[in-house]
């Protein structure tokens, strides 16, 4: 009992947070100087350091290599000094190798942050938006690198996608997509559940995974209200997390599936020039996606084993001819749709259509001011995912990432495609729960695709291996949208999702290897 107390529980987060302040901190060897074109430092170093390539990977300056760790000359302290005595302003030591002590400051928030989400002492909307004040308290990132987050062009879709789930469900519109589903499910909640959840598991490859959740959740709702189903049962957990995890998993089947595929694709051609057409990526992901949607909804069945007892209601009238209402809505949510489709014709960030198919909808007379007002979860919208994002910007500006990724990646130096694809699978999965998976993506790219050149390893295996892995992002809420907008909907806690995702990730992380490494044979890409 005393560890359910919450004063308990916020000094077990404090004590975690100093736990890690006071494990002795690794300065590393390698530092990076930018800002320093002439390398006027290397010069007034040069016997304390030399220049290290840095295993062949793309740098903005140059780095250097200590010849006597652990002396006071061979830190980074002593190179920021140097750069002060030179008088360049501009210049910047950032750690390649070892752990900033800003690095550190912010691994010891995130423990402390963690653990916050995980049990929930306080609200998770509190914990959320507090991550920026802790991030501006600890030096690591200024005012405006805390609160911009918040605001994100992400967190403004979402909340495009969660006022289109209002409309929807206003209009009538999930009420008749939900009674379709469930005419063919009769009266079992789990097989309406998987039929739902793998539907628009697979959807949203097409319309992106944040819109597929949110309309999914908006059409289950009213039929478990119906059923009888409480919140926070077994079977509410098993019916609202198999649609976030099942549209998480769907994101990867095509390019605009989710930002992180859009992300590494732009990589991969910045890097090597290589393209990954819509076509590509779908020929080479879809299979692993379709095998995942439904292994995922699987697997949480066996971990929450919902009550078969529920029944849903029988629907043995047909629907009535669409309204006028139900065709305003259609044709507006399909146009935004279409425009997300069609980003990489247009440029518009999902975000521009997103707003003008709101405008459109309250113009329309299908929704109101107080309509949004009242269902939507703001603290969800711009708290939890705002938070996360910010959270994850803050892991890079630290260099905490960084230093991660550096240290887990040269592991798997010379061990082979399959080898390589593994490490970085399971370092996205992992890493993209505690940042946006478009950050995660971008973050760890430039990191790997040099390492794979090197390796003579195709760069598009990791390219698309990161996109692929960074849809499994379901150990938090803030992991990613379909996360956070279940969630919203208070039919679960916090912990239930990572209970779930704690089985969920490995599971689903071990079919998306066998599925590539068996399919990506057969096409020759490996």
């Given at each position: 009992?005393?560890?359910?107390?919450?004063?308990?529980?916020?000094?077990?987060?404090?004590?975690?947070?100093?736990?890690?302040?006071?494990?002795?901190?690794?300065?590393g060897t390698k530092f990076e100087i930018i800002g320093d074109p002439e390398k006027r430092i290397l010069t007034q170093v040069g016997g304390d350091f030399v220049i290290d390539d840095n295993g062949g990977q793309k740098t903005k300056g140059y780095v250097l290599r200590a010849l006597?760790?652990?002396?006071?000359?061979?830190?980074?302290?002593?190179?920021?000094?140097?750069?002060?005595?030179?008088?360049?302003?501009?210049?910047?030591?950032?750690?390649?190798?070892?752990?900033?002590?800003?690095?550190?400051?912010?691994?010891?928030?995130?423990?402390?942050?963690?653990?916050?989400?995980?049990?929930?002492?306080?609200?998770?909307?509190?914990?959320?938006?507090?991550?920026?004040?802790?991030?501006?308290?600890?030096?690591?990132?200024?005012?405006?690198?805390?609160?911009?987050?918040?605001?994100?062009?992400?967190?403004?879709?979402?909340?495009?996608?969660?006022?289109?789930a209002i409309a929807l469900e206003k209009a009538g519109l999930t009420q008749r997509l939900g009674q379709a589903i469930a005419r063919k499910a009769g009266d079992s909640v789990i097989r309406f559940t998987f039929l739902l959840s793998v539907g628009l598991g697979y959807a949203s490859g097409l319309f992106h995974d944040a819109a597929a959740a949110a309309i999914g959740i908006a059409t289950m709702l009213p039929l478990m209200r119906?059923?009888?189903?409480?919140?926070?049962?077994?079977?509410?957990?098993?019916?609202?997390?198999?649609?976030?995890?099942?549209?998480?998993?769907?994101?990867?089947?095509?390019?605009?599936?989710?930002?992180?595929?859009?992300?590494?694709?732009?990589?991969?051609?910045?890097?090597?020039?290589?393209?990954?057409?819509?076509?590509?990526?779908?020929?080479?992901?879809?299979?692993?996606?379709?095998?995942?949607?439904?292994?995922?909804?699987?697997?949480?069945?066996?971990?929450?084993?919902?009550?078969?007892?529920?029944?849903?209601?029988?629907?043995?009238?047909?629907?009535?001819?669409?309204?006028?209402?139900?065709?305003?809505?259609?044709?507006?949510?399909?146009?935004?749709?279409?425009?997300?489709?069609?980003?990489?014709?247009?440029?518009?960030?999902?975000?521009?259509?997103?707003?003008?198919?709101?405008?459109?909808?309250?113009?329309?007379?299908?929704?109101?001011?107080?309509?949004?007002?009242?269902?939507?979860?703001?603290?969800?919208?711009?708290?939890?995912?705002?938070?996360?994002?910010?959270?994850?910007?803050?892991?890079?500006?630290?260099?905490?990432?960084?230093?991660?990724?550096?240290?887990?990646?040269?592991?798997?130096?010379?061990?082979?495609?399959?080898?390589?694809?593994?490490?970085?699978?399971?370092?996205?999965?992992?890493?993209?729960?505690?940042?946006?998976?478009?950050?995660?993506?971008?973050?760890?790219?430039?990191?790997?695709?040099?390492?794979?050149?090197?390796?003579?390893?195709?760069?598009?295996?990791?390219?698309?291996?990161?996109?692929?892995?960074?849809?499994?992002?379901?150990?938090?809420?803030?992991?990613?949208?379909?996360?956070?907008?279940?969630?919203?909907?208070?039919?679960?806690?916090?912990?239930?999702?990572?209970?779930?995702?704690?089985?969920?990730?490995?599971?689903?992380?071990?079919?998306?290897?066998?599925?590539?490494?068996?399919?990506?044979?057969?096409?020759?890409?490996?």
């Amino acid at each position: 009992m005393l560890l359910k107390n919450k004063l308990v529980q916020l000094c077990i987060a404090l004590g975690l947070g100093l736990i890690v302040m006071l494990i002795p901190r690794p300065e590393g060897t390698k530092f990076e100087i930018i800002g320093d074109p002439e390398k006027r430092i290397l010069t007034q170093v040069g016997g304390d350091f030399v220049i290290d390539d840095n295993g062949g990977q793309k740098t903005k300056g140059y780095v250097l290599r200590a010849l006597n760790p652990g002396q006071p000359q061979a830190t980074a302290k002593h190179l920021e000094e140097e750069a002060v005595r030179l008088g360049l302003t501009d210049a910047r030591v950032v750690y390649v190798d070892g752990l900033s002590p800003t690095a550190k400051r912010f691994l010891a928030t995130l423990a402390f942050l963690l653990f916050l989400f995980i049990f929930e002492p306080i609200p998770l909307e509190i914990t959320a938006i507090s991550i920026g004040v802790l991030l501006i308290l600890t030096g690591v990132t200024d005012v405006k690198g805390a609160w911009a987050p918040y605001m994100h062009p992400v967190v403004v879709f979402i909340m495009c996608c969660l006022v289109y789930a209002i409309a929807l469900e206003k209009a009538g519109l999930t009420q008749r997509l939900g009674q379709a589903i469930a005419r063919k499910a009769g009266d079992s909640v789990i097989r309406f559940t998987f039929l739902l959840s793998v539907g628009l598991g697979y959807a949203s490859g097409l319309f992106h995974d944040a819109a597929a959740a949110a309309i999914g959740i908006a059409t289950m709702l009213p039929l478990m209200r119906a059923a009888g189903i409480k919140p926070y049962t077994k079977t509410a957990k098993f019916m609202m997390l198999s649609v976030a995890f099942a549209c998480s998993a769907g994101g990867m089947i095509t390019l605009v599936g989710g930002g992180r595929n859009m992300v590494s694709a732009a990589f991969l051609k910045e890097f090597t020039g290589m393209e990954l057409t819509f076509f590509d990526w779908m020929k080479f992901a879809a299979p692993a996606g379709i095998i995942t949607v439904p292994l995922a909804v699987t697997v949480l069945y066996f971990v929450y084993r919902p009550d078969r007892s529920f029944k849903l209601p029988k629907f043995d009238e047909k629907m009535g001819p669409w309204t006028a209402l139900e065709k305003k809505t259609t044709a507006i949510l399909v146009v935004a749709f279409g425009m997300w489709l069609t980003k990489g014709a247009h440029g518009l960030d999902y975000s521009i259509p997103g707003i003008l198919a709101i405008a459109a909808l309250v113009i329309a007379g299908v929704l109101e001011w107080e309509d949004i007002h009242k269902h939507l979860e703001w603290g969800t919208v711009l708290f939890i995912f705002g938070g996360g994002i910010s959270l994850g910007l803050g892991m890079d500006a630290s260099g905490a990432a960084r230093y991660f990724a550096n240290l887990f990646f040269p592991l798997f130096k010379g061990s082979g495609w399959l080898i390589m694809f593994i490490g970085v699978a399971v370092f996205g999965a992992i890493v993209t729960n505690a940042m946006a998976n478009v950050a995660a993506a971008a973050l760890i790219l430039p990191i790997v695709i040099p390492l794979a050149q090197l390796e003579g390893v195709d760069p598009r295996v990791l390219a698309l291996c990161l996109g692929m892995a960074t849809s499994f992002a379901l150990l938090l809420v803030i992991g990613c949208p379909p996360n956070a907008i279940a969630y919203s909907y208070r039919q679960f806690k916090s912990s239930d999702l990572t209970k779930a995702g704690l089985v969920a990730t490995p599971v689903l992380l071990t079919a998306l290897i066998l599925v590539c490494a068996l399919w990506w044979e057969l096409l020759g890409l490996v």
